[in-house]
């Protein structure tokens, strides 16, 4: 069987996927972990065999499949998978279209979107004194929903985002969203977003080394009073 997780609420995902590993070991199943990105096909075909040399029963977790550029070779991967009778595991940090999915039409799909609440926050981000007590307000209600470290990563992403509008680089993405960015960038000077980018940098380091005296919602809430 083949169960999907897929989205980018990356952190119930991780959560999620965590969970089924535990589950097979339990029952003894030896699980590997497989980067998309490293295999090639003769290396998927050996890889999925139910059972190793000794008579043990496997199951193999594959990462960001769908995140691979399309080809000949990713659509001989989803037959080869789409076909095979092992227990399989792909995990996706993008939301998969419907089109992705009937690809797998047995597997047990599992998907983690993000809340309205995040992306309306961060479509809010200014530095205009008066929108400070809204973007507070709406970050509260984002990391109401969400888990407060996802709102730290997706606030760097959205920051990243901004510096591509204002360098006019080429973002992915539709139209409505790229326009939004733009429009939202325009409320920026270059070197505004670049010292938030630095500042978010600095945050992400205090975390790693667990340095930092504020909570992550503490330090999120500082950072849009000083915007």
Known sequence: MTIIIHGENITESRKKLV???EQLQETGVLVERLDAKTIDLPILENKLQKTDLFGHSRAIIIEELHSLPRSKKLTQMVEMIANSKMQICLWE???????????FPDSKVFQYKLANSLFIWLDSLSPKENTKSSQLQLFIKAQEEQDEYLCFIMLIRQVRLLLQATNNDKIAGPSFVINKLQSQAKQFTHDQLLKLHSQLHALDKKMKTSSNILSVTQEIEQLIINL
């Open 19 to 21: 969970e089924i590993i």
């Open 93 to 103: 940090k993008r939301d998969l279209s419907a089109t992705m999915l009937k690809k």
